[in-house]
Structure formats: C-alpha cells, structure tokens
C-alpha cells in the first residue's frame, strides 16, 4: 500500500503507485527453466524450482487473441457509465514476459491479433474497509504510424 492507494494484489505490480505512469506488472521469472509468471511466487509453476527472481516486466506487448467483453465486471469494479462493449485480450508482454489477460480501452473494432499495446494503470474500485484507491491495469492499441 502507497499512501491511499493499494494494488489490487500484492505481487502483482512494481513502482510507486502515486506515479501511476511508472507503475508496471511485476512478477517472478524462473531461473532453472526461465519461465516468467504474473504476480510474486515462491515456487516456479512450470517446474516447481524454488530459484526464482522477482522482475518488473515490459509496458509493452502484442495481442496473441481476445474476445469482447459485453457485460460489465461486477462490483467493485468502477465501469464506465454507460458501459460499452470492450476487448478483453491475451497479451503477450515483451522482452519475454508472461502471457496475461487484460482489458484494452478501444473500440472493439479496432483490436487485432497481433496488435501492439501499452501498459496503462489506473483507479479500478474503492477498497470499501479502508477507502484507498486500488490500482488496477488496462492496456491501450499502440497508435498506428
Ligand atoms: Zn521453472
């Protein structure tokens, strides 16, 4: 926890939550089989090795797939008002990093696989025991040059 914010899991982000534009996915790569997986871990769950180390990954990935999303998460969740229809997507991050789902904030329309997005976090819910900001992550389409 960081003042009046808090992950929305521990283990699962790096950086100072009060400068949310450093803020980036964190998590253990394994160093017998070198696997990284999201979020802190203990045990690698790939070949169970203990020898991990505890990374920040890259900001930046590809969409290996997604679908869309038509109905709101529930509660706590903070959604947009009206909520409209988004992709919600497997990426790949860079640099080798894990495979995770994530929403993207776009029109479905202009999601594709193979699409290169970036890492943005934001005020997901109110933790409703000490009303601090959780801190959640979605991810933006990279702009087409
Ligand atoms: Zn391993």
Redesign the pocket.
């Known amino acids: 926890m960081s003042g009046d914010r808090m992950a929305f899991r521990d283990g699962f982000l790096s950086g100072d939550l009060a400068k949310l534009g450093d803020v980036r996915l964190a998590g253990s790569r ?1 160093r ?2 070198g ?1 990284a997986l999201f979020g802190r871990r203990l045990r ?1 769950e ?2 169970s ?1 203990p020898a991990l180390d505890h990374v920040s990954f890259a900001d930046t990935g590809s969409i290996h797939s997604y679908t869309v999303q038509r109905y709101p998460p529930p509660q706590p969740n903070a959604c947009p008002e009206p909520w409209l229809p988004r992709p919600l997507a497997w990426i790949d991050l860079d640099d080798c990093g894990p495979r995770i789902l994530g929403p993207i904030r776009c029109n479905p329309d202009d999601a594709e696989i193979g699409g290169r997005v970036h890492l943005v976090c934001g005020v997901g819910w109110i933790d409703q025991a000490s009303g601090a900001e959780v801190i959640d992550y979605a991810f933006e389409m990279d702009k087409r040059i």
């Open positions: 394994c017998a089989c696997i690698c790939n070949c090795s």
